[in-house]
């Protein structure tokens, strides 16, 4: 499950938004552009909630595998020289 990466050929969607005023006025006057900077960070945000959702779906598989591994050790372990 993972987030795509965002596709600059979709097409853009207005939406209206309320911000905190001083909020607006600095981001303004720093010329920073919002929905540039909204889109940044919401991919930011749904790529850590995805990861997280991932970690949550198979903390069983991944318990089991370090437990095997603990338990028999890794198909290398005699042949590694370092």
Same mark, same amino acid.
């Given at each position: 499950?993972?987030? $795509? $990466?965002?596709?600059?050929?979709?097409?853009?969607?207005?939406?209206?938004?309320?911000?905190?005023?001083?909020?607006?006025?600095?981001?303004?006057?720093? &010329?920073?552009?919002?929905?540039?900077?909204?889109?940044?960070?919401?991919?930011?945000?749904?790529?850590?909630?995805?990861?997280? $959702?991932?970690?949550?779906?198979?903390?069983? $598989?991944?318990?089991?595998?370090?437990?095997?591994?603990? &338990?028999?050790?890794?198909?290398?372990?005699?042949?590694?020289?370092?």
């Amino acid at each position: 499950m993972q987030l $795509a $990466a965002l596709q600059p050929t979709q097409q853009k969607q207005s939406t209206n938004l309320s911000i905190n005023s001083d909020l607006l006025r600095r981001a303004r006057a720093h &010329k920073i552009n919002l929905s540039k900077t909204l889109e940044e960070r919401l991919t930011e945000i749904l790529r850590q909630e995805e990861r997280e $959702a991932w970690r949550v779906e198979n903390a069983g $598989a991944i318990s089991d595998y370090n437990a095997r591994i603990e &338990k028999n050790g890794v198909f290398s372990d005699g042949l590694r020289s370092f």
